[in-house]
């Protein structure tokens, strides 16, 4: 079946604007950083689903944490054990991969009043985005080095964007649609 505006010029160019919008939608940089902000959710989410840290599946790693959990230690003229600062490190790592999230879906509410200023925030927390991908890869495992690529990826897109913006251009621009 045949559209009937098909040789319709006006038509063809309000379907295009549409295409573009949704477009635009998805590649503009609040939505980015709005997406970077459930990613750092779902990080946090894989990050914590790992307790305790360890494994269990062969002797060695059972009597290593046991170890840590008997072995007592002075850190600060505090006592403590090594299972405590290492327990206690991975819930600190996870509180702050869940405030990273929240900040940055907050971030993505000022993009348009200072574009620039949140460009370079954004660019920093992608920076360390692209550091942790790298610690990842290199003493973790593949699934926090994949999302903190593409994190790294679309956060720098993002910044990239809203350094081109101006304050004034940024203003101009309509509410976005996720509030």
């Not at 991975?90 to 991969?97: H, S, T, W, Y």
């Not at 990826?153 to 203003?171: K, M």
Request: hydrophobic share 50%; net charge positive; proline share 4%.
């Amino acid at each position: 079946m045949e559209n009937k505006n098909s040789g319709n010029p006006s038509s063809l160019m309000s379907e295009n604007k549409s295409n573009n919008s949704r477009v635009g939608f998805f590649t503009s940089p609040v939505t980015l950083i709005r997406l970077s902000s459930i990613l750092f959710v779902f990080l946090t989410i894989g990050h914590t689903s790992a307790y305790p840290w360890t494994s269990n599946n062969v002797p060695q790693e059972k009597q290593l944490a046991g170890s840590m959990k008997s072995v007592d230690l002075v850190f600060f003229g505090e006592r403590s054990s090594y299972w405590s600062l290492y327990f206690g490190w991975g819930l600190f790592v996870a509180v702050l991969l869940l405030t990273l999230a929240i900040i940055l879906w907050l971030l993505s509410d000022i993009a348009r009043l200072a574009p620039r200023r949140v460009g370079v925030i954004t660019g920093i927390i992608s920076a360390t985005c692209l550091v942790g991908a790298y610690f990842s890869f290199r003493f973790f495992y593949t699934p926090p080095f994949i999302m903190l690529s593409v994190m790294f990826v679309i956060l720098l897109t993002a910044a990239l964007q809203l350094q081109r913006q101006t304050y004034s251009t940024a203003a101009k621009q309509p509410m976005n649609a996720w509030v």
